[in-house]
C-alpha cells in the first residue's frame, strides 16, 4: 500500500516535469517563434537608411566632439527619425499587416485606414460618414514607441544571435582542424583534434539552444506588445463599435427595403399570375393585361433588388430607388391588376406634393407593405386606403374587409409581427414609423378584417 502511494506520486511528479518540459520545448519549435524572429529582423534591417542619415548629419552637427558624443547624437537623431516615420497613418497600417501575417496576432485594421478612405472619414452607410477619429495626446506616440522597441529588440537579436551562432559553428571548425587556440575573456582555450576535442559539440548545442531561446524571448516580446501599441485605442474601440453598430443600421434599412418591395412585387404578380390562368381562355383581353402589369411590377423589383445587393457587395450600386406618394396611384392600379378591389380616399395633387420627401418615401414604403398584406391575408375583400395630409402631419391607414382569418392577438407596436407569414412586416413597419416619431397601431377591425393606422407628424426634412 505505501509503495503504491509513493509510485502514484512519483509518477505524478514525473508526469509534471514531463508537462513542464513540453512546455518550455514548445516555443523552441514553433514555426511563429522564427517567423516572430524574422520580423524583427526586418524591423532592424529597415532601420539601417535612418541609422546612416543619422549618422551623416551627426557628423556635421558635432563635428569637432568626443565619438562619444557623436555616437549619443548619432543615436537620438536616428530615434527621431524613426518615431516620426512611425506618425504616418500609412505606417502604422502596414505594421499591422505584416504583425498579423508574421507574428499571428488578429489585430483589426486602424480606424480610417479601409482602401481609398482619407482620414477624415470617407466610407459610408447609407449616405451617412462613419465617425472618423483623430489620436490624440499619448494615443498618437504609441506607433513611434512601438517601432522604436520593434528597432531595438530587432537588433538585440541580430547582434547577440550572430554571435551565439557564430560561436557555435567555430567551436565545432576548431575541433575539425585540431590544434586550435581560442582566447576567450583574457583565457586560452586549446582545441584538440581527435576524441580529445569531442567536447566543443556539447557548448555548441547549448549555443543554438540558447540562439532559439533568444528567438523565442524576442517574438514572446513582441507578441506582448503589439495588442497594446498597435491595437485599437480606447477611442477607435468606441469609433469602431460605432461603424459596426452604423454598417449593421445600414443593413437592416437595405432588408427592410427589400422585404417591402419584393415582398409586395411578388404577392401581386403571383395573385395577377393566379387570375391571368383562370381568364386565359375566357377573356384573353384581362390575361394579357394581367401579364403586363406582371412585367411592369417585377422589372421595378428587380430594380430595387440590384441596388440592395450593390451595396451589400459594397459595388458602386446605382442610384437608389426613390419611391414616394406620388407613386400610390401606379401601386394601387398593379392592385387592382391583381384583382383586388381598393377604395381610396386620398388628399389632393397638391397636398400631397407638398409632403417632405424623406416623409412621402416612408409613406409609400408603409402603405406598401400594408396593401401586400391586405392583399395577401384579405381573401378578396374590398381594401380601403386613406391618406389624409396635413400641415402638421400624414394620417395614413389600410382597412380590409372579409379577411381570411384575423389575428389572435392586436395591439401598439406589436413585437412579435402581426400577420404577415414572416413575422417581420409589422415589427419592421412598427420600427419604421417610431424612427420618423410617429404613432402605430395595428389590430382587428370588426369581425372579419383588419386595420392598420399611422400618423406620421411633419418633422422630417428632405
Not at 412585367?295 to 440590384?306: I, P
Amino acid at each position: 500500500m505505501f509503495f503504491s502511494i509513493l509510485w502514484g506520486r512519483w509518477s505524478l511528479t514525473c508526469s509534471a516535469i514531463l508537462a513542464d518540459m513540453v512546455r518550455g520545448i514548445r516555443p523552441l519549435v514553433s514555426g511563429t517563434t522564427y517567423a516572430g524572429a524574422l520580423f524583427a529582423v526586418l524591423g532592424a534591417m529597415a532601420s539601417i537608411p535612418a541609422a546612416i542619415v543619422a549618422m551623416v548629419a551627426a557628423l556635421a552637427v558635432v563635428r569637432s566632439a568626443a565619438e562619444p558624443v557623436q555616437a549619443a547624437v548619432a543615436l537620438l537623431i536616428w530615434a527621431a527619425l524613426l518615431g516620426v516615420g512611425g506618425l504616418a497613418r500609412t505606417s502604422r497600417r502596414v505594421l499591422v499587416g505584416v504583425s498579423r501575417r508574421l507574428l499571428r496576432l488578429d489585430l483589426p485594421d486602424p480606424v480610417g485606414a479601409n482602401p481609398g478612405q482619407t482620414s477624415e472619414s470617407a466610407f459610408q452607410v447609407d449616405g451617412a460618414p462613419l465617425p472618423s477619429v483623430r489620436l490624440r495626446g499619448a494615443d498618437r506616440w504609441r506607433t513611434p514607441l512601438w517601432v522604436l522597441l520593434h528597432v531595438a529588440l530587432g537588433w538585440v537579436l541580430v547582434s547577440l544571435g550572430s554571435l551565439l551562432v557564430l560561436a557555435a559553428i567555430v567551436l565545432p571548425a576548431c575541433f575539425l582542424v585540431g590544434g586550435v587556440k581560442l582566447d576567450w575573456f583574457d583565457r586560452t582555450i586549446q582545441v584538440s583534434g581527435g576524441w580529445q576535442g569531442l567536447w566543443t559539440v556539447l557548448p555548441a548545442m547549448l549555443l543554438l539552444l540558447l540562439t532559439a531561446g533568444l528567438c523565442a524571448a524576442v517574438t514572446a516580446a513582441l507578441r506582448a506588445l503589439a495588442p497594446r501599441l498597435l491595437g485599437p485605442s480606447a477611442a477607435e474601440r468606441l469609433a469602431l463599435a460605432a461603424e459596426r453598430e452604423m454598417v449593421l443600421a445600414g443593413r437592416n434599412r437595405l432588408a427592410q427595403e427589400l422585404h417591402d418591395s419584393i415582398g409586395h412585387t411578388l404577392t401581386a404578380a403571383t395573385i395577377q399570375a393566379a387570375v391571368a390562368g383562370e381568364v386565359l381562355a375566357e377573356d384573353p383581353v384581362s390575361a394579357r393585361a394581367a401579364m403586363r402589369s406582371i412585367e411592369e411590377t417585377t422589372r421595378a423589383a428587380l430594380e430595387d433588388l440590384d441596388y440592395v445587393l450593390g451595396v451589400l457587395r459594397e459595388e458602386n450600386a446605382a442610384t437608389a430607388p426613390t419611391r414616394s406618394l406620388a407613386d400610390l396611384p401606379e401601386l394601387l392600379d398593379r392592385l387592382r391588376h391583381a384583382g383586388a378591389v381598393v377604395e381610396p380616399e386620398l388628399s389632393g395633387e397638391r397636398e400631397l406634393a407638398q409632403v417632405p420627401g424623406t416623409l412621402s418615401r416612408a409613406a409609400y414604403r408603409i402603405l406598401q407593405e400594408g396593401l401586400t398584406n391586405a392583399l395577401r391575408h384579405g381573401n378578396g375583400g374590398l381594401i380601403r386606403v386613406r391618406v389624409l395630409a396635413a400641415p402638421d402631419g400624414l394620417e395614413l391607414s389600410v382597412a380590409n374587409e372579409n379577411a381570411a382569418a384575423a389575428p389572435p392577438v392586436a395591439g401598439r407596436a406589436p413585437s412579435s409581427g402581426g400577420f404577415t407569414s414572416s413575422g417581420r412586416g409589422l415589427a419592421g413597419l412598427a420600427e419604421r414609423v417610431r424612427l420618423l416619431h410617429g404613432e402605430f397601431e395595428a389590430g382587428p377591425d370588426g369581425a372579419r378584417g383588419w386595420r392598420l393606422a399611422v400618423r406620421l407628424p411633419n418633422r422630417v426634412s428632405a
